[in-house]
């Protein structure tokens, strides 16, 4: 395991924390004995700060509760429970709808980027990830810059060279924030009515946009997580059976400390007959695949070029579909029969359904139900792997991605060509690729550490039509990020006019395809200014 960098309280500090977190010294630990609603802000404040999880309470929300009535809990040490039913019914016969009523929240502290997509693969819990739009990545927690230390590659020949070279990437990264933030004060004059506040939150943002790129892969992370003890248990085997070292630590982490508060939940992850047999199946066809596609598109076979995103697979009848399965609930015949009567309809006649269906949509936020799952589109998608982790995050879909290397090339943002930084971007690229080769030889699992987040990386995603709309509206809001706001925009281009659903496309209304806004976090910065200028004056 990783050194982790762990953080000093004060006595006093210890003896309030101890209520409320399953351990003080470690990266993973769960939260007990919180309201829902104060562990629910407590995540969401999680993302946009720097601090670790159990400084932001202290800091920001220790004076807010009153604590006097926990004083004798004491966490740390394990919570004990009245488990034997729980041991009866769940173990014995192996009712999984039990452990489906149980959750925990857990952070997950200084975990890579490569770890967190491993993290937040399972599509049944709730997550949130630190940001690299609201938080400078420059600081150094225990005197060093925040990147995972892979122990096996620190006592190779090639532990040198790792940290030379991401902390020459760190350097690079500190110097372009400054410089960036310095032109875009140049280029984007603050406005008469904004404050100082809110303009440089805006310039920040959009400066930490613009060189996140340049990061490695192995910049540590926090991740927040909400689950059920079942989802945890799939988690927890899938992990446990990753080839990456990193993954298999921290699942031995999470075990532990899940084990404090919901440990009959848990019971099987590592069975010999239960979960070890599941992650000995799973790996064993890992493997299988991992041959065979080595075999069939071995290195030497040209990769072709390929646009950012691609529709692979549609159906042609998907709109007779919908009109089918937005009648089905509002009559009594068969699906069939539907069917067959809507291929007898007009097209205005069709269209009138859809119209009814849809409705007068507000927001994006009033969805057509469940007919609108029915078309389903599978895109191809190549951005780079900054975009890909925000939308690797749409879970209401099949996701999947292929090994982060830096076979396809990066994306460098036009508005670091504009400032005239495009040579020190490049070298952070250069060095980086050179560091991925040398360690894929070696160390091809934790390769993808040396891999900045610039570079592309290839993922499938197939959603339904209700899902398209949701992450479509939402991710090509004008304060998304220009590269994944540009992946939805093509999306919703190809709905319409490759698969030539237009109408389904019309549904989806507020996809917004303007050009790239100069500052995209200031609208939203204005509207939260508001609410907090709100607050203040009731």
């Known amino acids: 395991m990783s050194t982790y960098i762990a953080e000093e309280f004060t006595p006093f500090e210890e003896e309030i924390l101890r209520r409320y977190f399953t351990n003080l010294d470690q990266p993973v630990f769960a939260l007990v004995n919180l309201p829902e609603v104060v562990k629910g802000a407590l995540f969401a404040r999680y993302s946009r700060s720097p601090l670790s999880l159990r400084r932001l309470f202290l800091d920001e929300f220790v004076g807010e509760l009153d604590i006097s009535g926990d004083e004798t809990i004491d966490a740390t040490v394990g919570l004990r429970r009245a488990e034997e039913l729980y041991d009866?019914?769940?173990?014995?016969?192996?009712?999984?709808?039990?452990?489906?009523?149980?959750?925990?929240?857990?952070?997950?502290?200084?975990?890579?980027?490569?770890?967190?997509?491993?993290?937040?693969?399972?599509?049944l819990m709730a997550y949130l990830e630190q940001s690299t739009r609201y938080i400078a990545y420059d600081d150094r927690p225990g005197g060093r810059f925040r990147y995972y230390r892979d122990p096996e590659v620190l006592s190779s020949a090639l532990g040198a060279r790792y940290i030379s070279d991401l902390d020459r990437q760190f350097e690079v990264y500190s110097d372009l924030v400054v410089k960036m933030k310095d032109f875009y004060r140049e280029?984007?004059?603050q406005g008469s009515g904004d404050s100082d506040f809110i303009y440089r939150q805006a310039i920040s943002a959009k400066a930490y946009d613009s060189v996140r790129g340049v990061l490695p892969s192995a910049s540590l992370s926090n991740v927040g997580i909400y689950g059920t003890g079942q989802a945890y248990e799939?988690?927890?085997?899938?992990?446990?059976?990753?080839?990456?070292?990193?993954?298999r630590d921290y699942a031995d982490l999470i075990l532990r400390e899940l084990r404090k508060v919901i440990p009959s939940f848990l019971t099987r992850v590592d069975l010999p007959d239960r979960g070890e047999e599941i992650g000995a199946y799973q790996s064993d066809s890992r493997e299988r695949l991992e041959e065979l596609g080595e075999h069939?598109?071995?290195?030497?076979?040209?990769?072709?070029?390929?646009?950012?995103?691609?529709?692979?697979?549609?159906?042609?009848d998907a709109e007779v579909k919908l009109v089918a399965s937005a009648l089905y609930p509002h009559t009594h015949h068969s699906d069939r029969a539907i069917e067959d009567r809507v291929r007898q309809m007009t097209v205005e006649e069709r269209i009138r359904v859809l119209q009814a269906m849809t409705g007068e949509r507000g927001?994006?936020?009033?969805?057509?139900?469940?007919?609108?799952?029915r078309p389903a589109y599978r895109f191809d998608v190549l951005s780079d792997y900054g975009a890909f982790r925000d939308l690797q995050r749409h879970r209401m879909l099949t996701i999947d991605w292929q090994k982060l290397s830096t076979t396809h090339g990066y994306v460098r943002p036009p508005d670091v060509d504009t400032a005239g930084y495009s040579s020190e971007f490049d070298s952070v690229m250069e060095r980086s690729d050179g560091l991925y080769r040398v360690m894929n030889a070696v160390f091809p699992e934790q390769s993808s550490y040396a891999v900045s987040l610039a570079y592309r990386v290839r993922y499938m995603m197939h959603m339904n039509a209700r899902e398209a709309m949701h992450l479509l509206e939402l991710r090509t809001t004008p304060q998304g990020h220009p590269a994944y706001r540009e992946v939805g925009q093509q999306m919703h281009h190809l709905i319409s006019d490759v698969a030539g659903h237009?109408?389904?496309?019309?549904?989806?209304?507020?996809?917004?395809?303007?050009s790239e806004h100069d500052l995209e976090r200031l609208e939203s910065e204005r509207r939260a200014e508001q609410r907090r200028n709100k607050r203040s004056s009731d």
């Open 234 to 247: 799939a988690m927890l085997i899938r992990m446990r059976a990753h080839p990456l070292p990193e993954a």
């Open 187 to 189: 280029a984007i004059p």
């Open 502 to 514: 237009r109408a389904i496309a019309e549904m989806m209304k507020f996809v917004d395809h303007s």
């Open 296 to 316: 069939f598109f071995p290195d030497n076979l040209p990769i072709e070029n390929a646009p950012l995103v691609d529709l692979t697979d549609f159906d042609p």
């Open 363 to 373: 927001n994006r936020r009033q969805r057509p139900g469940r007919a609108l799952e």
């Open 88 to 123: 009866r019914i769940f173990f014995e016969y192996g009712d999984d709808s039990v452990a489906q009523l149980g959750g925990v929240h857990l952070a997950c502290e200084q975990s890579s980027n490569v770890l967190t997509k491993i993290l937040e693969w399972g599509r």
